[in-house]
C-alpha cells in the first residue's frame, strides 16, 4: 500500500503502473484493486520465480511507455522522482539515470547506506544503485539482453543488469 500510494503521489500523472506479482498469493491483487486507479494494472506470474528478474522482464515486455521506473513492494518513492528522473534522462540524453537512494537496513540492524551519489555523474563499474532509484529507456532492456535469472549470473540479478547496461555503451 505504501509503494503504491508513493506512485500516486507522483508530480508526474501520466504514467501507468503495472503491479506484477511474483506467483503471488497473498492479498496482493486486492491491494492493487482497492485503490480505484485506472493507472494500475495487476499481473501475477503462473508461479514464483525466487528473482525479481521474471517480474521485471514481464514488466518491460508489457510496458507500453517510452520509459520505465521500477518500485519494489518495501520501498517509496519521493513525490518528485519520477519528475527528476525524467528531466535529468532528457537533459543528459541518458539511457538510465539513478536518483540518490536513502537505505534503511531491517528493524534494530543499525544499518543505513546511501546510493546514487557517483563521482562526476556517471556510474562506474564498483557503483550500485537499487533499482528504485532507476528510470530507464524502455527499448534499453532488450537492446541488452533483458535481467538475468539468478542462475545465469554470480552477481545480484539489479548488479548484473547494471554491469550489462554499462557494458552496452548505453549512456
Not at 535529468?88 to 546511501?114: E, F, N, T
Request: proline share 7%.
Amino acid at each position: 500500500r505504501c509503494a503504491l500510494r508513493s506512485v500516486q503521489l507522483q508530480t508526474v500523472r501520466d504514467i501507468e503502473v503495472l503491479v506484477v506479482g511474483d506467483g503471488c498469493t497473498d492479498d496482493s491483487e486486492a491491494v492493487v484493486r482497492a485503490l480505484g486507479d485506472d493507472r494500475f494494472r495487476w499481473h501475477n506470474l503462473p508461479a514464483n520465480s525466487g528473482s525479481q528478474s521474471a517480474p521485471n522482464n514481464f514488466g518491460v515486455a508489457a510496458a507500453r511507455a517510452d520509459w520505465v521506473a521500477y518500485l519494489g513492494q518495501d520501498d517509496i518513492w519521493h513525490p518528485r522522482h519520477l519528475e527528476a528522473c525524467l528531466a535529468a534522462a532528457v537533459a543528459q540524453q541518458a539511457d538510465l539515470v539513478a536518483a540518490v537512494a536513502i537505505l534503511y537496513g531491517p528493524p534494530g540492524s543499525g544499518w543505513r547506506a546511501m546510493s546514487g551519489l557517483l563521482v562526476d555523474g556517471e556510474y562506474g563499474p564498483r557503483d550500485f544503485m537499487p533499482p528504485s532509484s532507476w528510470l530507464h529507456r524502455r527499448d534499453l532492456a532488450p537492446r541488452v539482453g533483458f535481467w538475468k535469472r539468478p542462475e545465469e549470473t554470480p552477481l545480484p540479478v539489479d548488479a548484473a543488469f547494471l554491469k550489462d547496461v554499462a557494458a552496452s555503451g548505453a549512456k
